[in-house]
């Protein structure tokens, strides 16, 4: 892979269990730790989480 690939990790909990460090260990594999850019869901995207509440 090229040196300048980024990764994003979306990770459906907030907790860093196993499917976590699986995902992060294949980042790894592919880029640089500064190069992985990580998102947990729903914390960090409260507002759309709770508009979801809002349909259901």
Avoid: R
Wanted: proline share 2%; net charge negative.
């Amino acid at each position: 892979m090229e040196e300048d690939s980024k990764v994003a990790l979306i990770n459906g909990q907030n907790h860093k269990g196993s499917s976590y460090n699986t995902g992060k260990i294949l980042a790894l594999k592919l880029t640089s730790e500064e190069d992985i850019f990580e998102i947990f869901l729903p914390k960090d995207f409260i507002n759309t989480a709770w508009g979801v509440i809002h349909v259901l």
